[in-house]
Nanobody, 124 residues
Framework: QVQVIESGGGLVQAGASLRLSCAAS????????MGWFRQAPGKEREFVAGIDWSADQTYYLESVKGRFTISRDKARNTVTLQMNSLKPEDTAVYYC?????????????????WGQGTQVTVSS
């Protein structure tokens, strides 16, 4: 069973960058698709970015395309979300999640393992 722990959140000004990391434990990590989700106060949790087990396919929320980049390092069992040109509307708790599925999914219900979340706050 894979376990994941997020790190890298913080408070930044609009236009700044942050790099979120997700450290995964478990020998089967290479076979999991990985996703980043976020949840702002009073809002539903939403898919932000995902990468399949082979790292050949990535999906992004439309509003973060061109600003966020997801990548994975199988040797280090990590998934990274590089966030550039941050906006106040990116403020949320960001969660890393793992999905032992063959196809990359944008649906939170597809993901089997979740981290505790890391807070990202972008001030205007």
């Amino acid at each position: 069973q894979v376990q994941v722990i997020e790190s890298g959140g913080g408070l930044v000004q609009a236009g700044a960058s942050l790099r979120l990391s997700c450290a995964a434990s478990g020998r089967a990590f290479s076979y999991y698709s990985m996703g980043w989700f976020r949840q702002a106060p009073g809002k539903e949790r939403e898919f932000v970015a995902g990468i399949d087990w082979s790292a050949d396919q990535t999906y992004y929320l439309e509003s973060v395309k061109g600003r966020f980049t997801i990548s994975r390092d199988k040797a280090r069992n990590t998934v990274t979300l590089q966030m550039n040109s941050l906006k106040p509307e990116d403020t949320a708790v960001y969660y890393c999640a793992a999905d032992y599925g063959l196809q990359l999914s944008r649906s939170s219900s597809s993901y089997d393992v979740w981290g505790q979340g890391t807070q990202v706050t972008v001030s205007s």
